[in-house]
């Protein structure tokens, strides 16, 4: 497999991994600049050419897996029998320096509803690097056609039409998924919501809609749905930038997002 397939096949999976380039070659060195090797939890893809230079890589590459938010690094190699090496002598006679770039699991969000907000939404985020779920009851929602405008996304964009009950989705959502609900019906979005609750994998939950809206829901969350102060707190309502007050779907999407990328950026912290 190429690096750039097992680079593919981590993202699908939705695992974390390393990718090892070797950055400069000076002298003899197993292997020549650009080579790479890729590192996942249990696996190894490619080679920078093996012995104590490879092993120390994958070594220090699943080091970087185990902490939360790992930073790329540069790790240079003498290679003659003068230096202690942790895995054996390489004594080809150069020097190697060798980066090492965390590939971390992408961001996941899911929208439900697909209408004007939730399309100018979804033009939005295809523009970052992340999982894009687009769920609607509607199938002229997500016709091809209607799509068309996401043709060019740097995200990953996955349509679900489910006519009947959209909140099964949620359970096939990957870990940490950011939840929108937007959908044209509030008793849809009164399902999601209590749906959203029960389903202890997902990231942040949010609504859109006005006080008013809040007040129903919250109070038949807690006498219909039985959940407690603090897991209805969870729902986050009204969602985008609430100095931006614009009613247009276009600016809402905008403030959406931004609160969004806001969130994500506290996460990342």
Known sequence: MTWIAAVARLRARRESGVLVTVATVRGHA??????KLVVGEYRTWGS?????????????AREMLATSKPEPELIDFALNDKVTNRHGVQCCGGTVSVLLEPLPVVRAVAVFGVGHVGLELARILARQDLDLHLIDT???????????VLADAVAQVHAHHTPLLPEEVLEELPRGTH????THDHA??????D?????????????????????????RLATEG????????????????????????????VSVAADLLRTFETEGN
């Open 30 to 35: 197993p292997r020549d600049a650009g080579a």
């Open 48 to 60: 920078i050419g093996g012995g104590n230079v490879e092993a120390v890589a994958i070594d220090r």
């Open 188 to 193: 849809e979005d009164a399902a999601l919501c």
């Open 138 to 148: 509607r199938s002229d929602m997500l016709t091809e056609e209607r799509l068309g």
């Open 226 to 253: 039985g959940h407690d102060e603090a897991t209805i707190d969870r729902i986050k309502t009204p969602i985008g930038l609430a100095d931006i007050t614009g009613k247009d779907p276009a600016t809402i999407a």
């Open 179 to 182: 939840v929108l609900i937007m």
């Open 195 to 219: 749906a959203a609750l029960r389903t202890t994998h997902l990231g942040s939950i949010g609504l859109i809609g006005s006080a008013a809206k809040w007040v129903r829901f919250s109070k």
